[in-house]
């Protein structure tokens, strides 16, 4: 299995382009997860999915865009990149094990600059 | 909004020696994770703890939670340079809405361990 996998592995936009990030997963997994990590800190969700056809805003969700058409991919859309979107995304999926816990398995990110 | 805190944020500790990092977060929950990320690397999982009182070892690292005190630690014993990463701890909330069991995690800032010799 790859696991999360995730392209472009680095992007440069201008100021207002727009971008989609990609992420596919192969683990039958049925959660998936945006999440961006800015320098020094934790990691901050900006949406999330529980199955094909279902996504829902996290805590950060401005400025971008998701769908989940099938269980194996998940995109971010930036639609009007901004200099604050400058940061580190990374993929994730987990799978429902029972509702015991929500171990969550990353991708290996992509580094996003705006200048 | 749940919050969580880890100290210290920057470690650096010569080979061989022991040391705790800590976890604190705001409110009730009984799922926390530890992560470990590899400078320019994604996170991989390192412990869930699913109880209080739960204690798991790995190798030099051992993790604990307790629920009550709201707090879990990750006890790093006789260091190697191996071990030199950014560990955060992440606690999950009651469920997603949409009829979910699972939580959102919530990540602390990280702590920046560097063992040297």
């Known amino acids: 299995n790859a696991g999360v996998t995730q392209t472009p592995k680095f992007r440069i936009l201008k100021i207002g382009q727009s971008m989609t990030l990609q992420c596919t997963q192969d683990m039958n997994h049925n959660y998936m997860y945006w999440y961006r990590q800015d320098p020094g800190m934790g990691l901050k969700l900006i949406y999330y999915?529980?199955?094909?056809?279902?996504?829902d805003k996290g805590e950060v969700p401005n400025g971008y865009n998701v769908s989940r058409s099938t269980t194996e991919d998940f995109p971010l859309r930036l639609e009007l990149a901004a200099p604050s979107q400058t940061s580190v995304y990374f993929c994730a999926s987990s799978l429902q094990v029972g509702g015991l816990y929500n171990e969550q398995f990353f991708g290996p990110g992509t580094r996003l600059t705006v200048l | 909004e749940l919050k969580v805190e880890q100290n210290p944020l920057f470690l650096s500790m010569q080979e061989g020696k022991n040391y705790t990092i800590y976890c604190n977060y705001s409110t009730t929950s009984d799922r926390l994770y530890w992560y470990r990320q590899d400078p320019g690397k994604s996170l991989e999982s390192l412990f869930v703890?699913?109880?209080?009182?739960a204690v798991k070892q790995e190798g030099r690292l051992m993790a604990s939670l307790d629920t009550k005190a709201r707090l879990s630690t990750l006890h790093i014993t006789a260091a190697v340079h191996d071990l030199s990463a950014t560990y955060f701890c992440?606690?999950?909330?009651?469920?997603?809405?949409?009829?979910?069991?699972?939580?959102?995690?919530?990540f602390g800032r990280g702590t920046q361990l560097t063992v040297w010799p």
């Open positions: 992440a606690v999950s909330t009651q469920p997603f809405d949409r009829g979910s069991t699972l939580g959102r995690l919530y």
């Open positions: 703890l699913l109880s209080n009182g």
């Open positions: 999915s529980v199955g094909a056809g279902i996504t």
